[in-house]
């Protein structure tokens, strides 16, 4: 994928080929989650929390990961950008509109099933790219 980048973790370089897009309609969730991630290793730096709602938005602070910038009303064209289905764009910006949070994360895809998995424990609505 063209997002490909290196990171230095504890030990060993990896490699980002995957990305994980999900949404939650529960604020709290998205907390939990965040704690539950971190408990797991995995780098908090490579998660965007992205949100129409400025009070929430505020609460995670979340200025990080693969849509690191990205204002509420250009989640769509920044995904399209990054190669994500207009379905799958399509999907996360209604989603931001209706004040739901969308989190997106890379992650090596040889950790993506256990991150899903993660996600998933959380009651998010993962969107396919």
């Known amino acids: 994928m ?4 290196k ?3 504890k030990t060993k370089s990896v490699y980002i080929d995957a990305m994980i897009l999900a ?3 529960d604020p709290l969730s998205v907390e939990t989650l ?4 971190s ?12 949100t129409s709602d400025g009070e929430t938005a505020n609460a995670f602070a979340q ?7 990205v204002k509420p009303e250009r989640v769509h064209e920044a995904l399209i950008e990054m190669g994500i289905s207009e379905e799958g764009a399509k999907s996360c910006q209604d989603a931001v509109s209706n004040r739901s ?9 040889e950790y993506r099933q256990a991150a899903e998995e993660i996600f998933q424990d ?8």
């Not at 063209?2 to 980048?5: G, V």
């Not at 408990?39 to 992205?50: G, I, P, R, W």
């Not at 949070?101 to 895809?109: C, F």
Request: hydrophobic share 55%; glycine share 6%; net charge negative.
């Open 23 to 25: 949404f939650f309609d």
């Open 122 to 129: 959380h009651l998010a609505q993962l969107i396919k790219g």
């Open 101 to 109: 949070v969308l989190l997106a994360m890379n992650v090596a895809e």
């Open 63 to 69: 200025n990080a990961g693969p849509l690191n910038g």
């Open 39 to 50: 408990e797991a290793d995995f780098n908090l730096d490579d998660v965007s929390v992205v």
């Open 2 to 5: 063209d997002f490909l980048r």
């Open 7 to 9: 990171l230095a973790n």
């Open 34 to 37: 965040l704690n539950n991630l």
